[in-house]
């Protein structure tokens, strides 16, 4: 079973700074998720991605497969930017494995 | 563009009551899944419908069970609820296998068995 750890569990961060949110995992995997827990506790899909580079809008989402190491970046960072961020990757099963989510919180 | 729609929101049940949980969307989706959320652990599937007429287990299936009524419609069942499956559930949706293309939630049902 793929094991997923991200990291930090908790980050606090003031309004305009620029935010990293990491996950690592073990196995090999073929696609890796990013996913937004809103505090409501409504979950939407950010990226899904393989290989590279994605960005949308101030979001930034990285994978290195051979590290097995995905970032999450957020620039100029925002109070709406609060939630619980989840990673989840695809490995050689057909489940998906996530992570235990990272709460973040930005102060205005 | 309702997306994907579970009921109820919140549920309290004794020990040995059951319940439903009932999941709808209307995007057309074949795949859905019932996922559980339990603080300080990640998403675990329950038990997930690659296409309207099968099931298969997921990660944790004891105590429940599932029917795929038609393609929209996906209901998870608590036959004899239990503390442990106190949690808040999802159900998800998406037009592929569920290991590819975006995922769709909904907004999630939590559920205390006392």
């Known amino acids: 079973k793929n094991e997923v750890e991200q990291s930090p569990q908790n980050l606090t961060a003031q309004e305009g700074e620029f935010i990293t949110i990491n996950c690592s995992y073990s196995?090999?995997?073929?696609?890796l998720h990013w996913l937004q827990q809103h505090p409501g506790g409504g979950i939407v899909s950010l990226f899904m991605l393989s290989s590279g580079k994605k960005k949308h809008g101030r979001l930034i989402a990285t994978i290195n497969i051979q590290e097995k190491h995905s970032s999450l970046h957020i620039t100029a960072s925002h109070p709406r930017d609060s939630a619980v961020y989840i990673c989840?990757?695809?490995?050689?099963?057909?489940?998906?494995?996530f992570g235990s989510g990272t709460q973040l919180t930005v102060l205005p | 563009n309702a997306g994907v729609t579970q009921t109820p929101k919140f549920q309290v049940l004794k020990t040995g009551q059951s319940m439903t949980l009932q999941c709808a969307q209307d995007?057309?989706?074949?795949?859905m899944y019932w996922y559980r959320q339990d603080p300080g652990m990640g998403l675990r599937l329950i038990y997930y419908?690659?296409?309207?007429?099968?099931?298969d287990k997921g990660e944790v299936p004891n105590g429940y069970n599932v029917s795929r009524l038609n393609k929209r419609e996906f209901s998870l069942r608590l036959e004899s609820a239990a503390p442990s499956q106190t949690s808040v559930y999802f159900c998800?949706?998406?037009?592929?296998?569920?290991?590819?293309?975006?995922?769709?939630f909904g907004e999630g049902s939590r559920l205390t068995v006392l």
């Open positions: 419908s690659a296409s309207e007429g099968t099931t």
């Open positions: 995007m057309n989706h074949n795949s």
């Open positions: 196995v090999g995997i073929s696609a």
């Open positions: 989840a990757v695809r490995g050689s099963a057909r489940q998906l494995t």
């Open positions: 998800a949706s998406n037009s592929r296998g569920h290991t590819t293309g975006e995922l769709f």
